[in-house]
Nanobody, 124 residues
């Protein structure tokens, strides 16, 4: 079983950049497919980005494609989400998640372990 802890959220202005980190403990991140999701007030949790277990494939929501990058540092047992050109629509709580049953998945049901989330607020 793996425990996930996100950090790096904050309040930024539109157009700024932010980098989120997800530190894993208990198991190595290379054991799992990893994903980032977000949830805005009053909305359902939505997929943002995913990284395959092998680390060789990624997938992104259309709304963040070209602006967000998911990556993994095996030595630090950490997954990152680098965000540039942030928009007010990116405001949400961002969650890191790990999936043990799939090589790569973009659905919330595909993920078995979740962090507590970190707030990202983008002002206009």
């Amino acid at each position: 079983q793996v425990q996930l802890e996100e950090s790096g959220g904050g309040l930024v202005q539109a157009g700024d950049s932010l980098s989120l980190s997800c530190v894993a403990s208990g198991r190595t991140v290379s054991t799992y497919a990893m994903g980032w999701f977000r949830q805005a007030p009053g909305k359902e949790r939505e997929f943002v980005a995913a990284l395959s277990r092998s680390g060789g494939s990624t997938d992104y929501a259309d709304s963040v494609k070209g602006r967000f990058t998911i990556s993994r540092d095996n030595a630090k047992n950490t997954v990152f989400l680098q965000m540039v050109s942030l928009k007010p629509a990116d405001t949400a709580v961002y969650y890191c998640a790990a999936a043990s049953r799939y090589e790569l998945t973009i659905t919330t049901k595909g993920y078995d372990y979740w962090g507590q989330g970190t707030q990202v607020t983008v002002s206009s």
